[in-house]
């Protein structure tokens, strides 16, 4: 009879985590065994951190924070690791992320305003050890990106800003610059900015999914200029059907968490975000 | 058509927040306006916070992280609030907990040995002004419970303990021992201590649901004596069958977060499990 019940509870658990070899005790006067099987969706996405979220924070807080929120990939700041380190250095980096069992898996966003500052940050992807970039460059400087794009066999993600800036307000923009470029480059698309700009980060996604090469993930307060970043689940995006989009069109990227408030304190905004997205990948759509 | 875009977005996001007068920028080149509906589903429940979580901190800080979170019910713990506390105490308590929007729902648990130790709680319960208590009463002294609670009309909550304790080990137990007293009397029903002992939480509020006056939520890495508290979503505890039973069975009292591993710093693990625990109630089961 208990053996019966043990090999009950732990096949009714099997879908999501073995149990170890015993140990489970059950009272005799338990009348109801754990029947409830925990299951959690396994999504083509994963979920990552951007470093611009540790802005005011070093790499050791970052990687902590990282190791605590059981989270394993890092888009790379240059306030973390700046564009002239030595190759010890990006060593020694990847070295103190390996130790969190974190790895970078994109750099950027990186301004380039010039062919060197272009040539510099793919030359220091190179060096990190990546095959993808977040730029943000001048548009006159695309058909230089193109060039350096085809020679590196990199993706390169513009990052869309919002309503604030005057190019790459969103990912309809983004698009219009890159649709004849290059199939390699493409967008970050950043959430927060697209909604911010009017517009809808799930339809986006839908519509121009063959360009997106990153996602930063936030929320924002309302659809407009006014809108300001806050934690996920308190504003207005429509988070269930940016996962299900993201699902549907089968993205494989990365969702980065770019949380923008409480820039000198965001820990307890950061845990609460990762905690509301999980959930949602957890579940069906 | 500006204004027809204004009023369409403003009727897009209706569902879950009013947008304000105006100031909705939306820049020309948008060729999407933003469709998704972010619509958040009402409960019948409400999510608050175990004192308990804070047994290492002072309830400045406990105020200060459930406003942080957005949490405005609290179980009070007695190393909050002393059970002999004068009512100037319990006063300034009460003011301290208002200026952050924060209510103590219910006093608790406390552990009552002797008539005069239940008597004392519920005249602490009477003064701080709640109707509800958490108790761990011994067994014998459930008769004199029953006479207090006809006395007071408090609803009285056993707290179960899983496998670590001698009685009330689970729902059932606490039901077994409860079921012929007055139907005021039944369970604060820890999902946690339930799933240790061997029990699906979600049975069991299906099964006991008339007599579970509070919850303590928290996940568990096994469901024996083995398991350990972990952040809600990194267990084995089916959660969103735990919410649909609520829904189901239209439990209306409180889910409060009894957070018990990182004792010295769980704030991290405490938002993580928040933003969890909020996803699952924001969407349909």
């Given at each position: 009879?208990?053996?019966?019940?043990?090999?009950?509870?732990?096949?009714?658990l099997?879908?999501?985590?073995?149990?170890?070899?015993?140990?489970?005790?059950?009272?005799?006067?338990?009348?109801?065994?754990?029947?409830?099987?925990?299951?959690?969706?396994?999504?083509?996405?994963?979920?990552?951190?951007?470093?611009?979220?540790?802005?005011?924070?070093?790499?050791?807080?970052?990687?902590?924070?990282?190791?605590?929120?059981?989270?394993?990939?890092l888009?790379?700041?240059d306030?973390?690791?700046?564009?002239?380190s030595?190759?010890?250095?990006?060593?020694?980096?990847?070295?103190?992320?390996?130790?969190?069992?974190?790895?970078?898996?994109?750099?950027?966003?990186?301004?380039?305003?010039?062919?060197?500052?272009?040539?510099?940050?793919?030359?220091?992807?190179?060096?990190?050890?990546?095959?993808?970039?977040?730029?943000?460059?001048?548009?006159?400087?695309?058909?230089?990106?193109?060039?350096?794009?085809?020679?590196?066999?990199?993706?390169?993600?513009?990052?869309?800003?919002?309503?604030?800036?005057?190019?790459?307000?969103?990912?309809?923009?983004?698009w219009?610059?890159?649709?004849?470029?290059?199939?390699?480059?493409?967008?970050?698309l950043?959430?927060?900015?697209?909604?911010?700009?009017?517009?809808?980060?799930?339809?986006?996604?839908?519509?121009?999914?063959?360009?997106?090469?990153?996602?930063?993930?936030?929320?924002?307060?309302?659809?407009?200029?006014?809108?300001?970043?806050?934690?996920?689940?308190?504003?207005?995006?429509?988070?269930?059907?940016?996962?299900?989009?993201?699902?549907?069109?089968?993205?494989?990227?990365?969702?980065?968490?770019?949380?923008?408030?409480?820039?000198?304190?965001?820990?307890?905004?950061?845990?609460?975000?990762?905690?509301?997205?999980?959930?949602?990948?957890?579940?069906?759509?």
């Open positions: 009879m208990k053996q019966t019940r043990r090999l009950f509870i732990r096949e009714g099997a879908g999501a985590i073995l149990l170890g070899t015993g140990n489970l005790v059950v009272a005799d006067d338990v009348s109801e065994t754990v029947k409830a099987k925990v299951t959690r969706v396994v999504n083509p996405f994963h979920l990552g951190m951007a470093g611009f979220t540790f802005s005011r924070f070093d790499i050791d807080i970052t990687l902590k924070t990282m190791q605590r929120l059981d989270l394993h990939y888009s790379v700041k306030f973390h690791l700046p564009l002239n030595t190759d010890k250095q990006i060593e020694d980096f990847k070295d103190k992320c390996a130790s969190y069992n974190v790895i970078g898996y994109i750099v950027g966003p990186i301004n380039m305003h010039s062919e060197a500052e272009v040539d510099e940050a793919f030359e220091y992807a190179k060096r990190v050890g990546v095959k993808k970039i977040i730029g943000v460059p001048d548009v006159e400087l695309l058909p230089y990106v193109d060039k350096r794009v085809k020679e590196y066999d990199f993706n390169y993600a513009i990052h869309l800003h919002g309503p604030d800036k005057n190019v790459y307000k969103d990912a309809a923009s983004v219009k610059f890159t649709k004849d470029l290059d199939p390699r480059i493409g967008m970050c950043d959430v927060g900015h697209d909604f911010r700009n009017g517009c809808d980060p799930s339809l986006d996604l839908q519509k121009y999914h063959t360009r997106v090469f990153d996602m930063h993930i936030k929320d924002e307060t309302e659809a407009s200029r006014m809108g300001v970043c806050t934690i996920i689940g308190r504003g207005l995006i429509n988070f269930p059907a940016l996962i299900r989009t993201m699902r549907k069109v089968n993205y494989t990227g990365m969702c980065s968490l770019e949380y923008e408030a409480d820039k000198k304190d965001p820990f307890l905004g950061i845990a609460e975000s990762i905690g509301y997205f999980k959930a949602l990948c957890d579940t069906p759509s």
